[in-house]
């Protein structure tokens, strides 16, 4: 019998447990850097969703699919730590519990398992907690460097929702710059927000580990950093009073996550360089539209799922050739 299974078809030196175990290792330096700003809530945090999350799949697949369990695979380990990232270190347990079961119950086991599943499982959890629990997913509590002596500042808002408050308000960005973190907080990871976001030096470092590992191409990365530094660098050039600048938007809030660790998810990723390019393409500019005129401050999570519904579209558009074909060859009856 000739079994198909699901996407992704790899086929050479890797295999998944390799491949998602590579990215977990990518993604030590930013678990580091959480757990240095935000203490023992970032262990707790993480430890749930990952624990949630392969017990989750376990669960499922015994009891409900009736198949053999996968959980040493990885993808549920990847899953748990990337929702982990994705929200705030003090969000309450059970919350965090329940978007471990969204993200694999729904996003992931629903559509049969990994190389099923259509949404990226850890952005799908972080958006299903942010419309049902709004005021906790977005009371981001402050890094340690910040709040050290002074105890009684524990949460406030994220540079992005800042810059958007301030700016609705009717302040300028000259106004602003006081009160949003330096350039080089935003490198190393002195700002609000979730979990794994906050530092773009540990993102990017595994960034590079993961494109050295050649366990993803530069294409998808390229294409959403470049393409919102392009489109914000238009709106800045034009007003920067109103608009913050190309750097701004490059290391605040979850652009690095999202374009590094999410986007490039090749289960819900487009298949060919091309594809990806229009893809990564597609998640900067719905990125800066969300950020410079929609209501939430941050549309990274939005945008890659959004992106994520069109790739059996760009899949079908950017083809490979049939190996063995000549089309310069016309073959007659």
Known sequence: MFTVSGSPHVHGEYSTPKIMYGVVIAMVPAILVSIWFFGIDAVRVLVLAVAASIFFEWVIQKYLMKETSTIADGSALVTGILLAFNVPSNLPSWMVIIGALVAIGMAKMSFGGLGKNVFNPALVARVFLLISFPVQ?????????????????????????????????????????????????????????????????????????????????????????????????????????????????????????????????????????????????????????????????????????????????????????????????????
Do not use: C
């Open 137 to 333: 997913m977005t009371s981001w509590p402050k890094p340690r460097a910040i709040t050290e002596g002074l105890a009684d500042v524990i949460t406030g808002p994220t540079p992005l929702g800042i810059v958007k408050e301030g700016l609705s308000a009717g302040k300028t960005m000259s106004e602003l710059t006081p009160e949003i973190p330096t350039y080089l907080q935003d490198m190393t990871g002195q700002m609000g927000g979730s979990m794994g976001e906050v530092s773009a030096i540990a993102l990017i470092l595994g960034g590079i580990y993961m494109l050295w590992k050649k366990i993803i191409t530069w294409h998808i990365p390229v294409a959403v950093l470049g393409t919102t530094a392009l489109f914000t660098g238009i709106l800045w050039g034009f007003n920067p009073e109103s608009y913050a600048d190309p750097a701004f938007h490059l290391l605040t809030g979850g652009l690095m996550l999202g374009a590094i660790f999410m986007a490039t998810d090749m289960v819900t990723s487009p298949m060919t360089h091309g594809g990806q390019l229009l893809f990564g393409v597609g998640v900067g500019i719905l990125t800066v539209l969300i950020r410079v005129w929609g209501a939430y401050p941050e549309g990274v999570s939005f945008a890659i799922l959004l992106m994520n519904a069109v790739v059996p579209l760009i899949n079908r558009g950017f083809k490979p050739k049939r190996f063995g074909t000549n089309p310069g060859i016309e073959i007659k009856a």
